[in-house]
């Protein structure tokens, strides 16, 4: 049980780290956005297993209450990531930051 602890930890650790990493290295707004969300999404979700797991191996009502508690702070994590990056990416769009590189973009065609 712990070895699997140990991997989801690693697991999420190791995306959340890449999830920094592109923010360093994306060029613009809306990859930096793209990659930040997404891994740290995945890694977060990863890393919150790993607390669940353990949660409910160690057993007690103490344990069961951080993995429960955990759960609830994950499906937040799921529900709000995804809205404030596309919040983020929404507002920068109007404020006229434009992507780099030859895109499509529709939402100018629409105009």
């Not at 920094?20 to 930096?32: G, I, M, N």
């Not at 955990?70 to 529900?79: E, T």
Request: aromatic residues 10%.
């Amino acid at each position: 049980m712990r070895f699997l602890i140990y991997v989801l930890v690693g697991i999420g650790i190791a995306a959340n780290g890449l999830g920094a990493f592109s923010l360093l290295r994306f060029p613009d707004v809306y990859t930096r956005l793209h990659g930040a969300t997404k891994c740290t999404t995945f890694g977060s979700i990863f890393t919150t297993l790993g607390v669940i797991v353990y949660g409910f191996a160690r057993g007690g009502p103490a344990y069961q209450t951080l993995a429960v508690h955990a759960l609830i702070a994950l499906v937040a994590l799921l529900i709000t990531n995804p809205t404030g990056s596309h919040a983020i990416a929404r507002a920068a769009y109007r404020s006229g930051v434009k992507p780099k590189g030859a895109v499509v973009d529709r939402l100018e065609e629409r105009r």
